[in-house]
């Protein structure tokens, strides 16, 4: 299995709302990561969760609560957003996440709608 | 920091031709590089990395990149387009040390494969 699976594929929240992504990966890797993508941009690093521990916060809002249950899991917590905040969050994970050459496995992504 | 910058945010190309895309780096050490490819409605996969083992590096879908220290870039080309390569390109490097984990994006680009 060389899946990372997100769910759900799409998401149409309101500002007041609480929601949460979710992220699976069953290949064993130690490092997992959220990227959002705006439309027709880059992906560009939110978090970086290394052996269950948050390792990397780039500065992202409060408004985004990332959790690690365990190794296999990802979650994205997500309140009172704004609809600038909507965009594809994809899900990434690699093998150990220290060694900078690492080959990340991404999701295909939750494409949300804040409105 | 590490940075990567794409030249050409839109490429069209024949069916049958030779794919060019271009990328240079910066760095203040031997960087990491990648290529991931995008398609439309999905997360980004890796067509290959250069990681100092040698300077042509060959990936998947017959995409080769060169690195080339004294021009700090990394092209990625394709002696004859497909159909099937019309996407979204990115070039990427990692960050180092404590940052190793930390993929930072070029700006992309889109490639357009006309029959």
């Known amino acids: 299995d060389t899946e990372v699976t997100q769910t759900p594929k799409h998401l149409v929240m309101g500002m007041t709302n609480k929601k949460s992504l979710k992220c699976e990966q069953h290949m064993g890797h130690r490092a997992m990561y959220w990227y959002k993508q705006k439309a027709k941009k880059p992906p560009e690093l939110m978090f970086v969760y290394s052996y269950e521990k948050l390792s990397i916060n780039e500065s992202v809002p409060s408004r985004f609560s990332p959790e690690c249950p365990n190794s296999s899991l990802l979650n994205l917590h997500l309140h009172a957003l704004q609809p600038e905040d909507s965009a594809l969050y994809l899900c990434?994970?690699?093998?150990?996440?220290?060694?900078?050459?690492?080959?990340?496995?991404f999701g295909s992504g939750t494409q949300l709608s804040v409105l | 920091a590490q940075s990567v910058t794409q030249l050409g945010s839109h490429v069209s190309v024949s069916e049958g031709a030779l794919v060019l895309l271009r990328c240079n780096y910066s760095s203040s050490v031997p960087p990491y590089l990648f290529w991931y490819v995008q398609y439309p409605n999905q997360g980004l996969q890796l067509l290959l990395k250069y990681t100092s083992a040698a300077t042509l590096v060959k990936g998947i879908n017959g995409f080769e990149a060169e690195f080339k220290k004294s021009e700090t870039s990394f092209h990625l080309t394709k002696p004859s387009a497909h159909m099937s390569d019309a996407a979204e390109y990115f070039c990427?490097?990692?960050?180092?040390?404590?940052?190793?984990?930390?993929?930072?994006f070029g700006g992309g680009t889109r490639v357009l494969v006309k029959p």
């Open positions: 990427a490097v990692s960050g180092v040390g404590a940052a190793g984990n930390k993929l930072t």
């Open positions: 990434a994970s690699s093998s150990t996440g220290g060694e900078g050459n690492e080959k990340l496995f």
